[in-house]
């Protein structure tokens, strides 16, 4: 017998670094949520796990071999959870009527299908999957309000802008939107000793623990771009009026400014699953497990203003967002060639700038009128984004 009276929870991405520490975040609180479906890409022992632990009715692999393999092991096991395998098989997943709330933590542009699927169904969406957002979004945010879906940021610093905000939004009171970004594991280097970055070094996030895509575009600083657009959609700002800020500690998530002066920062440990649980039972507040701030071992809270000569990803990011039309879909495609290009050792740390910024250089402006037209775009720009990465190869 399941409990109906439970908010039931999908979690798209479910085996990630922000798949993970939801279930976390909802093992602690298990008074409150009910799990109804999870999905993942590949990794059908990981989602196997999960099922078996969790019980969900419904689980999906994007990968349908691994579904066919996740099915027999878990019919093996007893268990009684249905799977449904290809991208199909996650957007119905993702849309399932029984669902309260659905994580959007799929990484990269994959999670664009999923996450519309959920917010045509108006469910409530935990942000996470970025990339969503950079590669949609106006058709996006279109989409959230014409389907009444609701959409509640779980990025942390757009988790901690979501906090010092009122209510309403960014209204006139408000004068600027302050990113802060740690500056990732090489802060302070220069360009010519980025030369040599290993993917074992780049991986390795001084502050948070995330999966490798991710900890890749913290390292070149492409994380904080992608956030810049996340930031200007979310909240319905103008590039202009958001800025971003080095702060090594990630005890300051993000901050707002307004026009008497005021400054509201939203604190705490760097850990997601504060975030996750602010989202997950808002406006109410949940244990998340992470560790209080102590005040007393705070030595300083250090700022500065971002490195642009040697991070120049950052600055791409924010031509891309002031170019308009389809510019961040194609600046995302790009990306996630050459991040893992770089993850596979077939390219150089610095020359993943160097291939966004040639790909969109050589790609024509373009307005989309629908979310195909715009994953053409995409699909255009990683065939682009390949031949330089083939041509640049270490
Ligand atoms: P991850 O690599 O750890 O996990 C990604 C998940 O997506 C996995 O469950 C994988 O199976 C699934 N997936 C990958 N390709 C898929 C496909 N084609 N179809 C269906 N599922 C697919 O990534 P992560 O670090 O958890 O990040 C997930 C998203 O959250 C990203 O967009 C990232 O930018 C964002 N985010 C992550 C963190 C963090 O701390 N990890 C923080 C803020 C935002
Ligand atoms: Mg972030």
Redesign the pocket.
Known sequence: MTDRSLETVTI??????????TLDVLARNPERYRVLGL?????WRE?AEHCLTWRPPFAA??DEQAAEALRNHLREAGSHTQVLAG?AG?AEVAALQEADTVVA????A??VR?TLAAVEAGKKILL?????LVVTGALFMEAVKRHGATLLP???EHNAIFQCLPAEGVGPGVRRLLLTASGGPFRGWTREQLTAVTPEQAVCHPN????????V?SATLM?KG?EYIEACWLFDVAPQRIEVVIHPQSVVHSMVEYLDGSVLAQMGTPD?RTPIACALSWPERIESGASRLDFATLSSLDFQAPDNDAFPCLGLARQAMEEGGAATAVLNAANEEAVAAFLDRRLGFNAIGAVVEETLQRTPSSRCADVDAVMDVDARARDLARSLIREWAC
Do not use: Y
């Open positions: 798209l991405g479910a085996t990630g670094s922000i798949g993970r520490q999905t993942a890409g590949h990794r989602l692999l994007a991208h996650v933590a799929i990484v990269g994959a999670g999923p996470a999957n970025k990339e969503t779980v990025d942390s948070w623990d995330m999966g490798p895509k991710i900890s575009d994380n992608l997601m």
